[in-house]
């Protein structure tokens, strides 16, 4: 049997880095080497394992990114924009495995992760369920079956605390759309209609984001023609479930070459 994979784990006081956490500690592939978060979280100096709501680890969060990737084949890493790109030459120059869940880069910051991340192996999905990457793959599918007369409406709902709209989801499934369409998302992205807005210009892509109570991820794509509508919905309704499509993905990654991945080429989509 293969050696298990050694993980460090970014965020580790973050909702996700205790699922992450979690997720590595119980998956007998995996081994939890190192646990960081920023020098004034919360969870500094704390167990890893009583974090992630298990017992002990032995392993204590600190705040210093290299030393934990120095004994890491992978890091997981969902947490902030400029934290993930102060990882990325870490990452890279060790040529270890960084799976990036971190959503709400500007696109400046997108194209500054790929330099980055050069000569890294890199899983990067602002979704790591299985459910929503299908849902990805129906909506290009139909977007490509369906011309501009059927509107495409994006609709997500996240908990209170989230700080980027729309969702890492919801351009995603933006994308996927655009690429059904053979048109640039960028250009054709509606969001935040506010005021006088006027009436939808046609082939458009919009996007409407509710911010509620502790909603983990809920995503619908519309496609409303003059006659019909169609409505795929994805909910999520633990967190559990990215974790553990993050750790699929790191396992993934270990045997690939160097290359930034998303989440449908791991599961080959
Ligand atoms: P959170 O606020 O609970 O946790 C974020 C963690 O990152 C915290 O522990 C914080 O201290 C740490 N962090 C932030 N900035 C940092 C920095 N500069 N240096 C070091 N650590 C830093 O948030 P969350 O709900 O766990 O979500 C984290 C990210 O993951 C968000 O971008 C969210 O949108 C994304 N997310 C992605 C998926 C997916 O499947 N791709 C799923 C859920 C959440």
């Known amino acids: 049997?293969?050696?298990?994979?050694?993980?460090?784990?970014?965020?580790?006081?973050?909702?996700?880095?205790?699922?992450?956490?979690?997720?590595?500690?119980?998956?007998?592939?995996?081994?939890?080497?190192?646990?960081?978060?920023?020098?004034?979280a919360k969870a500094q100096g704390e167990d890893a394992g009583v974090l992630a709501g298990l017992k002990p680890a032995g392993i204590t969060v600190r705040h210093d990114a290299?030393?934990?990737?120095?004994?890491?084949?992978?890091?997981?890493?969902?947490?902030?924009?400029?934290?993930?790109?102060?990882?990325?030459p870490e990452?890279?120059?060790?040529?270890?495995?960084?799976?990036?869940?971190?959503?709400?880069?500007?696109?400046?910051?997108?194209?500054?992760?790929?330099?980055?991340t050069e000569g890294a192996r890199v899983v990067r999905a602002g979704n790591?369920?299985?459910?929503?990457?299908?849902?990805?793959a129906l909506t290009k599918a139909v977007a490509e079956r369906l011309g501009p007369d059927y509107d495409v409406e994006i609709s997500e709902t996240?908990?209170?605390?989230?700080?980027?709209?729309?969702?890492?989801?919801?351009?995603?499934l933006g994308r996927s759309a655009a690429e059904g369409r053979g048109i640039d998302l960028a250009q054709n992205m509606v969001s935040g209609r506010d005021g006088i807005t006027g009436?939808?210009?046609?082939?458009?892509?919009?996007?409407?984001?509710?911010?509620?109570?502790?909603?983990?991820?809920?995503?619908?794509?519309?496609?409303?023609?003059?006659?019909?509508r169609l409505e795929f919905k994805h909910v999520a309704t633990d967190r559990a479930l990215f974790a553990g499509g993050a750790l699929a993905a790191g396992l993934w990654g270990r045997s690939r070459e160097p290359g930034f991945y998303t989440m449908m080429d791991v599961l080959g989509l």
């Open 1 to 40: 049997m293969a050696e298990p994979m050694k993980f460090a784990v970014a965020g580790a006081g973050g909702r996700m880095g205790r699922m992450l956490m979690k997720a590595v500690l119980v998956h007998p592939g995996c081994e939890l080497v190192a646990a960081f978060d920023r020098r004034e």
């Open 66 to 88: 290299a030393t934990a990737l120095d004994v890491a084949d992978g890091l997981l890493d969902f947490t902030g924009p400029e934290a993930t790109l102060s990882y990325a």
């Open 91 to 116: 990452t890279a120059k060790r040529g270890s495995v960084h799976i990036i869940g971190t959503t709400g880069l500007s696109d400046a910051q997108e194209e500054q992760l790929r330099k980055l």
């Open 128 to 136: 790591f369920s299985l459910g929503v990457n299908l849902v990805c």
């Open 158 to 172: 996240h908990h209170r605390h989230k700080t980027d709209a729309p969702s890492g989801t919801a351009l995603m």
């Open 199 to 228: 009436p939808r210009k046609e082939g458009t892509i919009g996007f409407s984001s509710i911010r509620a109570g502790e909603v983990i991820g809920e995503h619908t794509v519309l496609f409303a023609g003059l006659a019909e």
